[in-house]
């Protein structure tokens, strides 16, 4: 018994076993396959990608200025407090902790957004509260509370700067227990 357990030993040292020398076939034939494969796809954009234009200049050229504009000073203004409170389940109330950034198109609306943050606060602390469970529970309740809070958002900012300076809201943490 000794001497087998001697061999076995040895033969695992000194060499490969089968199916690890088939694995590394395998691994290698299958990185070059993605490796000339990506050669193949970067020289037909490089050779055949039109004339003088780059393929940059070619988006540009067909995509409006003004979204252009929209997708470059896009900023997140976080609210400074997550959302804590109470909602009824039943004969329970259940704790929701919600945490909400601000999508804006300007650092102008940014700056109007930081300014106004016990007016988007207070308007969020409103919307949440009439949530219902069943909505926090679901992603379609969640995605038309966002719809409903971005609306209330906009007509309280458009009350103040006579314009509507949000463009989404979107729900960095999300806990209901």
Do not use: C, W
Not at 54 to 66: G, L, M, N
């Amino acid at each position: 018994m000794p001497e087998e357990e001697n061999t076995e030993a040895l033969s695992l040292e000194g060499q490969e076993t089968p199916s690890l020398g088939r694995k590394k076939k395998l691994i290698i034939i299958i990185a070059s396959v993605v490796l000339l494969s990506g050669i193949a796809i970067g020289s037909y954009f490089l050779f055949f990608s039109g004339d003088d234009a780059t393929a940059a200049e070619q988006i540009e050229a067909q995509v409006p200025d003004e979204v252009t504009k929209q997708a470059v000073f896009t900023t997140y203004v976080a609210m400074p407090r997550p959302f804590v409170f109470n909602v009824q389940d039943g004969k329970r109330d259940r704790l929701v902790q919600i945490k909400v950034q601000l999508m804006v198109h300007s650092d102008e609306n940014a700056e109007l957004a930081k300014k106004h943050t016990p007016l988007l606060e207070g308007t969020l602390v409103r919307v949440f509260g009439a949530a219902t469970v069943e909505q926090l529970r679901s992603p379609a309740g969640k995605s038309q509370l966002r719809i409903h809070a971005l609306e209330a958002l906009n007509e309280a900012t458009s009350k103040v700067e006579n314009k509507a300076i949000i463009d989404a809201v979107l729900f960095t943490g999300f806990v209901l227990q």
